[in-house]
C-alpha cells in the first residue's frame, strides 16, 4: 500500500509540475534567419513562391524523399496549396501561399502530425548593392502541453539549423540559375531593322491572344506576296510594362525586307529600329523569361544606367519548333536612348 500511496503521490507531483511548466513557458515561438545570394530578386522569389521548385531546396524533403505529396489548385498563385505525408521526421500537414509582395513571400504552413498547429512563414528581399538578402522566419503558437517542450528541447538550434541548411541550398540554386542565364549580357550594334507589326495597350491578360491573332496575321500576309519577305522570327517590342495597372503597351511584328512600298495591312505599320543595345538570351520556357529581365535590371541598377523605354523580345523559336520548353531561346535587346 505504501508503494501506491508513494506512486500517487508522485504522479500528482508530476501533473501538478506540468501544469505549472504549462502556464511558465512561452506559447510564442519565432525564428530567422538570412543569407546573401547573388543572384535578382526575381530568380530567388520564382524559386520559393512554387511549391514544385521549392522542393529542391527544402532540408524537409531530404529527410523523406519518398514522402507522399501533391500540389492543390495552381501552383505560384495565391491559395495553391502543398500536402505532405512523410515519416515521423517530416509528419504530415500542409503549406499554403498566402501574399506575395515586392520584398516578401508569405506562406503558412499547418501541422497535422506529430501534433496540430499552424506556422506563418515568410521570405524577406533586400536588394543590396551586388546581392540579394534573404530571410527565412516564421512565427507560431506551440499549444498547451507541447508548449513545455521548449524548457527541455533547443527549438532555436534544431529549426535554425534546418533554415541555414535550406537557406545555403537556395543559395547555391538561385547562383547556379544566374551563372547560366546572366551570362553574356553584352552591349551589341543593331543594324538597321524593319519590322510590320501592330501596336496596342491591353490588360496584360490579353496578351497571349493578341500575340496569336497578330502572328498569325503577318505570317499569311508575307507569306501570301512576292514583294515581301521576313528576315527573322516573331518580335515584341514593349513600350510600356504597368504592374500597378496591370497593363502593358506592345508591338506583335515580324522583320521585313523587300519593296517595302508596297507593303500595306490593315491595322498594321511599318517601323524601323537601329542603334545600341544590352542584349541577353534567355533559355527556357517563355513562363520564366521575367527572371532573364530581373537579371538585366539588377545589371543597370549595378551600372546606374537608366532603364530604356524599348524592350524587344525576338522568339528565334517557337513552341512547335521543340520537343521541350527547355530547348526554347528569346534574344532579349534593351535598346539605348
Known sequence: MKVLKYFVIGLV?????????????PTDFKIERDIDINASKSIIKEQVMYFEKSKEFSPWHEMDPNMDDWIEG?????????????????????????SVEENRVNIDVTFLRPFESVAHTYFKFDERENSVNVSLGFHSKFPRPFNVMGLFFNMED???????????????LAEGIAAKQGSGIELVELSERHYLGSRKRMPMDEMEAFFAKHYEELSAYIGGHDFVESNGRATALYYDWDEENNEVEVTAAFP??????????????????????????????????????GM????????????????VEEYVNNPNDVSSSEELVTNIFYVEK
Open 256 to 293: 521585313i525586307s523587300g519593296n517595302l512600298d508596297q507593303v500595306s495591312l490593315e491595322g498594321y505599320e511599318q517601323m524601323s529600329l537601329s542603334g545600341k543595345a544590352y542584349k541577353a538570351v534567355h533559355r527556357g520556357s517563355y513562363e520564366t523569361i521575367e527572371e532573364t529581365h
Open 74 to 98: 495552381e501552383d505560384g498563385t495565391i491559395g495553391a496549396k502543398y500536402f505532405w505525408d512523410g515519416n515521423d521526421d517530416v509528419g504530415e500537414g500542409y503549406q499554403e501561399l498566402i
Open 13 to 25: 507531483t508530476l501533473l501538478v509540475l506540468v501544469v505549472v511548466l504549462m502556464f511558465v513557458a
Open 296 to 311: 538585366i535590371h539588377s545589371f543597370y541598377g549595378k551600372h546606374n544606367l537608366p532603364l530604356p523605354d524599348l524592350v
Open 158 to 172: 534544431a529549426i535554425g539549423e534546418d533554415y541555414e541548411k535550406g537557406l545555403a541550398s537556395l543559395k547555391e
